[in-house]
């Protein structure tokens, strides 16, 4: 590493020699970095984790192009009067279509769904029941006919030998009553008292335009307002939003969080910062054998220049991080969004290091030059060594798929290298600039109080109370579990609660959350329908698939496919007039009686938009589409993943494979790679951080003493976790090879010190080098606290298992690691 530094000293002496020339092109190049970084925004779609060639996310994107995948905006009116709400209804419709955008200069919705035209259906429901369903109203027909003529017979005796066949029967009117429902169902989307109305409008812009859904929801609510909602019901209330609008509300719940944390976070570490340096400052001038002519206030008033000197280049290096970011990935995702606290927390502790150990070099008497380029050989080793195994540590992240470790690494890796550039060569030149001007005080003289020398107590108790808890967590480690309510982890909005529990009461069946399978020809989507039912009906231990449908399978694609439909609906015609039950009074065979009126083929254009909606393109025409429904909820992950599963790769007949689309398939495969991954990416941040062990100390023991604390402290941290119950997730696993990577700075700082000093030094070791990693580990430790406040619960428990692997591993550091360091060299195992 010193060879590096050595490469650098041309660059280090021109920010002696001419500190503000250095100091123009790095605030030059952070100011055009800076117009690019605020390009960045951030995605919160969960498919942006995704590689952006997964099969699932390349099927979800075709759905997407084909049917469109914008989300409707739902209004709910309620008012116990059905006639008040058809009013307000048809009073809205029409101004709510005439609502004019001038930015986009458009429409602000394209259409609105409302009254349903049922008649033409009514008369025409058989010609969309599939060939199986028509075979079982035959079959039920010949059946009741059959027990008719059974009943009619007078010397017919029932023995209740048939009770089978009933239920089987029974059966059979209930699957018709259901599919009826389906094909006829309420003329208005209304509950069943019809005391709530739901109308759906369609965007013509995109959900992910903030500042059109802003301007389209402001708009909305003084549209509302003007048409005075009470002045049709007294008792009116009316609503509006739906996913479209908790989309607006999540969005701005992360912006927010990001800068709550941010303004959290940094002011947090700006104050600790300034405290810190000023009692360190203070000290070595009161300690000083100089003439000390300044006092106490014009300290107090120099307080913000170490959070200049440090802070100037640390903001220097996030610009130009983020900027490369917008260059190479354009966007952020949730849990990138928030790297920018974090990296203020992790690369202000490079910044602490340097400054500190120049005080204290400064103050033994050394000019300017001399301590800059002392501090440079010396503590900008042990810098370098930590940042590079940090920044690998992290960058190993980019290999994963799962692009919440691979963007995470990415960021945080430049991050960092880019920091420890800052802090290196950037930041001389300020204190060349503010020693010019006489702002840094110091006290000619000063010298080191000399710590007593005498061996750390009470190492082996320490040593081996740490290993028996290690012993204990690594026994109960089976207590560690995974969080899969997904749920759990989404920030919770009570009013689009409160809208959801308005608006399912208008809901036409239980079906929801549908996965789509797109398929090239009709014999395709038969054949798609035919596996997937197979999959549906097999014996499974955890069924995931309710129901699965086409619109091949009940309009006719050919002409000889509809003359044969319009055959068997004949033969329910001639079953229907059977004289044992023409005059039986039945809803069920009334329905049915309407329904088989069909005499010739229907078209696609008579078919009302309620029903081909779901399988007609944005062009109009039909797509080859199979729907899939769950059986299961798919807020629990592990049955989302078993869904994804069964619909997430579909192979036909031939061989050729077919993928579901739908948010919820993405998210499972989200989930499930970032489940698998974990444990290699983990696993190869403990290789690299221990490869740059041997690599800095040249010696196995060395390494081995340097990481011990690393792994203690993280099995600490998974004890907090079981004694507290808390559980890993998707967002706080992205921060475990992190801590891994940032938790072994503190041990390569002690260690490489304590190696420089020599044997007996590590009470000398702690007084000095143990205060500057506990300020890093500190500033770092802030820098991720500002997510525990936040509103969003996978955001927060990052936060929170960040703070307290990382305080954990500083634990250990200042605890564990001189311990064992004393016990070693208590049995003379040491070597320098």
Known sequence: MNKILVLFKPLLRLNISHPFLVLFVSAGLAVIAAFYATKLNIDTDIASLLPKDHPNVLALEELQETVGGETEMQVAINSPSFEANKAFAEALIPRTLELFYERNQDYFFSSAEYKKDTETIKDNAL????????????????DEIYNAKQEANPFYVDFGFDEEEEDDGVDKVEQFRDNYEILVPSEYPVNDDSTVMVLKFFPTGSKSDLQYL???????????????????????????????????????????????????????????????FFIKKYLHYRRGTGDGVHGVWSHVIR??????????????SLMWTFAITYFYLGILNTMTSVLFVILFGLGIDYGLHFYARYIEHRSNGLTVEEA??????????????????????????????????????????????????SMLYVLPSLLVIFERYNLILFNAGYEEKKVESHRYPFARTIVVFGLLISAIVIGFSNQLSFEYETAKLEPVFPEYLEFRRIARQVEDSDK????????????????????????????TTSPTILSVESLQERFPSTAEEGEAKLGKIAQVRELLQDPMIV???????????????????????????????????????????????????????R??????????????????????ASTSIVAASMLDLMRTESPYMVAATFIIVYLFMIFTFRSFRWSIIAMLPLIVGLLWLFGIMIIFGLKFNFYNLVVLPAILGIGEDSGVHLAHRYREEGANSMWAVLSSTGQHITMGSLTTMLGFAGLIFTAHPGLKSLGIMAVIGIGMTLLTSITFLPALIQWLEDRNWIRY
């Open 583 to 637: 005059n039986r009074e039945d809803e069920d065979l009334e329905n049915l009686r309407r329904a088989a009126q069909s005499t010739e083929p229907l078209t696609i254009d008579q078919i009302p938009d309620y029903l081909k909606s779901r399988f007609v393109t944005k062009d109009g025409e039909v797509g080859r589409f199979v729907i899939v429904y769950p059986s299961v909820g798919l807020s629990d992950g």
């Open 639 to 660: 049955l989302s993943i078993a869904f994804k599963n069964d619909v997430g790769t579909v192979e036909i007949p031939g061989g050729k494979t077919y993928y579901g």
């Open 512 to 539: 929801r959350n549908p996965a789509y399978v797109i398929a090239d020809t009709d014999t395709e989507v038969n054949d798609l329908v035919s596996v997937l039912r197979g999959k549906m009906d097999s014996d």
């Open 127 to 142: 010609f969309l029941a599939t060939d199986e369903e028509l075979d079982e109203i035959i079959i039920w027909l010949e």
């Open 214 to 276: 802003d301007d389209l929801f402001s708009e909305y609510e003084a549209l509302i307002a003007s048409l005075d909602p009470t002045s049709f019901h007294p008792e009116m209330e009316v609503s509006y939003g739906g996913r479209l609008k908790r989309h607006v509300e999540q969005l701005t719940s992360v912006l927010n969080d990001v800068v709550g944390s941010f303004a959290s976070g940094i002011s947090s570490v700006i104050l600790l910062v300034m405290f810190y």
């Open 372 to 421: 800059i380029e002392k501090t440079n050989s010396k503590t900008g080793e042990a810098i370098l060594v930590s940042a590079f195994t940090t920044a690998c540590a992290l960058y190993v992240l980019m290999f994963a798929q799962f692009r919440g470790f691979s963007e995470f690494g990415f960021i945080s890796g430049t991050g960092i290298m880019l920091a420890l550039f």
């Open 303 to 316: 307080m913000p220049i170490p959070v200049l000197i440090i802070g100037v280049p640390l903001l220097f």
